[in-house]
């Protein structure tokens, strides 16, 4: 169990270098788009085009990588959205059983069924070396490679909090699941 804790430990840290970078992409989307909304009013003002497709696009596909890369960071801090009126309520331990049992019967067979759908159209993207359609669009192959990357780093982090929640259940590890370090029990 602790070689696998371990191995938990380092996917956590994976994803959490990964979703710190996100953050940095999120801090550079925000200033794109401040230029692509001002540009495009003093443009108008001033009877000139001071945006381009390219920048549309270079927006769009931060926010793409902002949403993929933060998937697996956002399960590692457990802070997606939660839509419930029990689960808070429950003992710690009915919670870690819904959440291995969610991870197991939801959270990995998505992401399995994700890298499996997506890989044909990112392969064939690749081939062709896809651009966008418009005038002077970006390559369309890079940002869909993060298709498949994002739903891997899921799929780790799903493994990570099962192993996670099977050793709180055993009692190998204490409550504060989130902050597991290797070494600890």
């Not at 099977?166 to 204490?174: H, I, T, V």
Request: hydrophobic residues 50%.
């Amino acid at each position: 169990m602790q070689k696998l804790l371990s191995i938990a430990a380092r996917i956590d840290r994976l994803n959490e270098r990964i979703g710190r970078f996100a953050c940095w992409l999120t801090l550079l989307m925000v200033l794109v788009g401040s230029y692509n909304a001002i540009a495009r009013y003093a443009g108008r003002a001033w009877g000139m085009n001071l945006t381009t497709n390219a920048l549309l696009e270079v927006q769009w596909y931060l926010f793409s990588a902002v949403f993929l890369l933060g998937a697996a960071y956002t399960l590692r801090r457990n802070a997606h959205v939660r839509v419930d009126v029990l689960f808070g309520r429950l003992s710690p331990r009915t919670q870690a059983w819904i959440e291995l049992l969610g991870t197991l019967l939801f959270l990995i067979p998505f992401c399995l069924v994700m890298l499996w759908v997506s890989w044909a159209p990112v392969r064939n993207s690749w081939a062709i070396l896809e651009m966008s359609p418009d005038p002077g669009g970006l390559p369309r192959y890079p940002i869909k490679s993060l298709i498949p990357i994002a739903f891997s780093l899921l799929l780790l982090q799903g493994l990570s909090d099962a192993v996670k929640q099977w050793a709180f259940l055993k009692g190998r590890l204490q409550a504060s699941l989130d902050d597991y370090q290797p070494g600890e029990t």
